[in-house]
């Protein structure tokens, strides 16, 4: 059974840092593609950042380009979200989600961590 | 980007009546890579459909996706007390993936 866990969310003043883990099981870490999708209070989804299987891939959204490095771990089956240079804006509930396909669509997702940046 | 755009905002059903919100895409989506989910309150999405209209592992058959390009419909023919929740839409044909705002079904 696949089983995303996410932590490392938290209160962080403007201008500082975050390194959000998600922790994965159920399925071969390295054979599937992952990505960070985020949620603002009482908004839409938003994909921010995503990862090829081996890692040799990454993706960001715009928004986040140059603040926020995705990487993964395939010794701890974990998947990372480093976040620098926080605004107000990045204020969400960050989910991992898991594209067990070839497609783009998330089959899988974790219960979500809470970031809030805030002075 | 493609924007999409969900309708209505939020659709007032009683059980066992039929649901029926729309995803509207600003420029055509290729191969229909158009997935549904749906969210209740606390928790993470799920995934209901994919490719438009292929119902996931588990879905159950009163779900159902149609359509293609631009305009594409989540259909619920018969709601159930546990389909109460919120609807997102998510293209995956072209970067990056985009979602619409949503739809709440509420109970009447």
């Known amino acids: 059974e696949v089983h995303l866990l996410e932590s490392g969310g938290g209160l962080v003043q403007p201008g500082g840092s975050l390194r959000l883990s998600c922790a994965a099981s159920?399925?071969?870490?390295?054979?599937?593609?992952m990505s960070w999708v985020r949620q603002a209070p009482g908004k839409g989804l938003e994909w921010v950042s995503g990862?090829?299987?081996?890692?040799?891939?990454?993706y960001y959204a715009d928004s986040v380009k140059g603040r926020f490095t995705i990487s993964r771990d395939k010794s701890k089956n974990t998947l990372y979200l480093q976040m620098n240079s926080l605004r107000g804006e990045d204020t969400a509930v960050y989910y991992c989600?898991?594209?067990?396909?070839?497609?783009?669509?998330?089959?899988?997702w974790g219960q979500g961590t809470l970031v809030t940046v805030s002075s | 980007e493609i924007v999409l755009t969900q309708s209505p905002g939020t659709l007032s059903l009683s059980p066992g009546e039929r649901a029926t919100l729309s995803c509207r895409a600003s420029?055509?989506?290729?191969?229909?890579?158009l997935a549904w989910y749906q969210q209740k309150p606390g928790q993470a999405p799920r995934l209901l459909i994919y490719?438009?209209?292929s119902r996931a592992t588990g879905i159950p058959a009163r779900f159902s996706g149609s359509g293609s390009e631009t305009d594409f419909t989540l259909t619920i023919t018969r709601l159930e007390p546990e389909d109460f929740a919120v609807y997102h839409c998510?293209?995956?044909?072209?970067?990056?993936?985009?979602f619409g705002q949503g739809t709440k079904v509420e109970i009447k």
């Open positions: 989600a898991l594209q067990y396909n070839y497609g783009g669509y998330f089959d899988y």
């Open positions: 990862i090829s299987g081996s890692g040799g891939s990454t």
């Open positions: 420029q055509s989506v290729s191969s229909s890579y």
């Open positions: 490719g438009a209209s």
């Open positions: 998510q293209q995956y044909g072209s970067s990056p993936r985009t």
């Open positions: 159920g399925f071969t870490f390295s054979s599937y593609a």
